[in-house]
C-alpha cells in the first residue's frame, strides 16, 4: 500500500525514477530501525542535504516520515496480531510506550487499545 507520502509526492512528481522514491522506499522497509545518517550513508549524500532534500521534494521533516510510516506498521500490527501494545510499541521502533501512546493519538485520536477494537 503506497503511504500519504508517496501519494503527495507522486502527484507532483509523476515519476518513479526520481531518487525520492528510491529513499522513500527504503526509509519505509527500514522505518524501525534507520537514522538520518545510515539512509544519508546508504544513497552516499551528506546528512544535511539528504534532510532538505526530503523536505523539499515532499513537504515533510525526515522525522514527520520515519513517524507515518511507523504509524502505519503500527495500525497494521494491530489490525493483523493480538500482540501486546508494548510489544507493537517495541516492534515499530518505540522503545518509550509512553511516547508511542502520546503519537498514536496525535495521529489517530484515540489509544492503541481503542483503535484495536473499533477495527474488530
Not at 27 to 36: A, R
Amino acid at each position: 500500500t503506497d503511504s500519504f507520502v508517496y501519494q503527495s509526492i507522486y502527484l507532483d512528481e509523476k515519476q518513479e525514477a526520481s531518487p525520492i522514491f528510491s529513499i522513500l522506499k527504503y526509509m519505509e522497509n527500514n522505518c524501525t530501525t534507520c537514522s538520518l545518517d545510515e539512509v544519508a550513508k546508504k544513497f552516499h549524500l551528506n546528512p544535511n542535504y539528504l534532510s532538505g532534500y526530503i523536505h523539499k521534494t515532499t513537504g515533510y521533516t525526515y522525522k514527520n516520515i520515519i513517524q507515518a510510516f511507523r504509524m502505519e506498521y503500527a495500525v497494521d500490527l494491530l489490525k493483523k496480531t493480538d500482540l501486546a501494545i508494548t510489544e507493537v510499541s517495541h516492534q515499530v521502533g518505540y522503545e518509550n510506550v509512553n511516547f508511542f501512546y502520546k503519537k498514536f493519538y496525535e495521529n489517530y485520536h484515540c489509544t492503541p487499545n481503542e483503535y484495536r477494537k473499533n477495527q474488530k
